[in-house]
Structures are given as C-alpha cells and as structure tokens.
C-alpha cells in the first residue's frame, strides 16, 4: 500500500507531535501550530480517492454492507430526525438543500417531507442507484471535483461523517463556499477527538478506523469553518439511537469479539434484537456554521 507523508491541512505547518504510533489509519499527530489531530504518513491522495468514489470496492464487497444500513433505516432515519428538527433552527425557510456523501438517500428523505428542495451528490454507485430506484431521490454521483455546481446555489449543505474520510477537508469547505449563498447555512457532523474516552482507550478509540484521516475538535472545526468564510453558530455533541443487535456488532467490532457475540445471541433468543438504545459518548460533533464572505 502507497503511503505519503502530509503537512497540516489546516494551516500548512509541518510541525507536529505523535500522539499514536499505531492505529488502523496510521499514525496518528497533531499540529503544534493549530492543534489539528491527522493521520501522518497516511495512504496516498490518490488512493483515498478511489477509497471515497469506491473504485477499489468490487460491487459484490458493497453488497454487503447494503443490507445492515437497510435494516438499520427505522433508527438511522430517527437519528437524522433528530438533525433535522436541528437544522430547522437555523433555516425555518428551508429552501435547496445538498447533502454531499448522502449514501442511500435516508437523510435527503425526510428532509424532502419537511419541505426542502433536495438533490444528493455520493460516490458510491451502488448507494446512488438505491437513492434513485428506491426513494426517488435525486442523487448525483460524483464529488464536488467531478460535479460543477452554480455559484451562491444552495441554502443548506449538510456532511453527515463524511469530512474526516477525505484527503483534503480544506479544500472541501473551500468549494461550498462557492456553491452556498451568501448567509447559507453548513452543517457538518464528524467524530469528536476531544474526549474521555480517547485518553481511556488510546489507539483503540473507536473512531480511529482505517479511512479516517482527520479528527477535529470543536476548535479545529470553527478554525477551519472561520478560514473558509463561515461563522459557527452552533456546535455540540450529538447522540444516535441503534438496535440492541447493531449494538452487539459494534461491540463486537470494537470492543471484544467474544462479548458481541454473546450479546447478539442473548438479544436474539430474547426477541431484543430489534428494540433499540439512544447514546451520545460525547465523541462526535455537530456544527451550523452561516456563510459570512465569499472567497
């Protein structure tokens, strides 16, 4: 596997401290700059790219993660509730709304009953082709390297766990700035690397998984947000609820194999499996930021 060593993201130093020698990312830094937690030496730019457009997934690898997120939809779609009755807040006009890494559409579903106009832009052909057939969604394959937008387009763009995945999140914010109008609102949510349990678990926090490269903290986000014309409104952590049996299978992914695989088996027999639990660890972040400037 192709390597590469990176400078700072968000302020272009190369000056930084190891936090973690070994993660399933790599190692993992920060910025003695700006304070910016990255994966340094990570995989190559051109690599995360075929990551994120998933040119190195065979479609019959993506099949299988298609069925779990399907089954989970009572509880996804509950949790995007809860973001967009949040959202709401901040843009009661509703108004064109852009949901970049929107996956299979679950999201832009709701959001679309709740008034918005909303169009979908996702990497992976398979989502797409769900989002489209499925839920007559519009959803655009592609990222904002290969889909040209108009300029000052859209009310609200929304990144749900997609920031941390891409190789340059600078330039990401760079480019909705051009595409958002002049007040619009962004949201992003990403894993919070401001927390108890990072210094409890260490390498083995949870967040740290192979294709995530960037961990920010609320600092770090509103120092990226205010670099790119943007004024943060609003940022806190946020929960999600899960059933008992995806619970069992991040514990099992995670934690101990052994115990998730008793906990799926006893929720099973007792028909808990399906019954579900609300949790806010406090380690992912939400952010409403306005648009203030073009750049």
């Not at 993660?65 to 399907?70: A, D, G, S």
């Not at 290969?146 to 190789?167: A, C, G, N, R, Y």
């Not at 943060?232 to 995806?246: A, C, N, P």
């Amino acid at each position: 596997m192709k390597i590469e060593k990176v400078k700072c993201n968000l302020c272009g130093q190369d000056n930084f401290k190891i936090l973690f020698k070994d993660t399933p990312p790599g190692r993992i830094v920060q910025c003695k700059n700006c304070g910016l937690v990255y994966a340094n030496p990570r995989k190559t730019k051109a690599l995360i790219e075929k990551i994120v457009t998933k040119k190195e997934e065979p479609r019959e690898v993506e099949k299988k993660w298609l069925p779990e997120y399907i089954r989970e939809k009572k509880w996804i779609q509950r949790n995007f509730d809860v973001r967009l009755k949040l959202l709401l807040k901040f843009a009661p006009k509703r108004g064109k709304l852009l949901d970049i890494g929107s996956h299979l559409g679950f999201f832009l579903e709701l959001a679309l009953r709740r008034g918005f106009d909303v169009v979908g832009l996702e990497p992976s052909e398979m989502a797409v082709e769900y989002a489209i057939k499925k839920l007559g969604i519009e959803t655009k394959i592609g990222t904002l390297d290969s889909i040209k937008f108009p300029q000052d387009h859209f009310d609200v763009v929304t990144l749900f766990h997609t920031i941390e995945h891409l190789p340059d999140p600078s330039k990401i914010v760079y480019q909705i700035n051009q595409i958002i109008r002049p007040g619009g609102i962004l949201v992003i949510e990403t894993p919070n690397i401001k927390n108890v349990w990072v210094k409890i678990f260490r390498r083995k926090w949870r967040q740290f998984l192979p294709n995530h490269f960037y961990f920010f903290s609320r600092e770090t986000l509103s120092k990226l947000l205010e670099k790119n014309g943007f004024k943060v409104l609003d940022t806190r952590t946020i929960g999600k609820s899960l059933s008992l049996d995806l619970l069992a299978i991040r514990i099992e992914e995670h934690v101990s194999r052994t115990l998730g695989f008793v906990l799926r088996k006893i929720f099973k027999f007792l028909f808990l499996d399906k019954l579900a639990i609300t949790l806010n660890l406090g380690d992912i972040i939400i952010v409403h930021a306005k648009k203030v400037r073009s750049i």
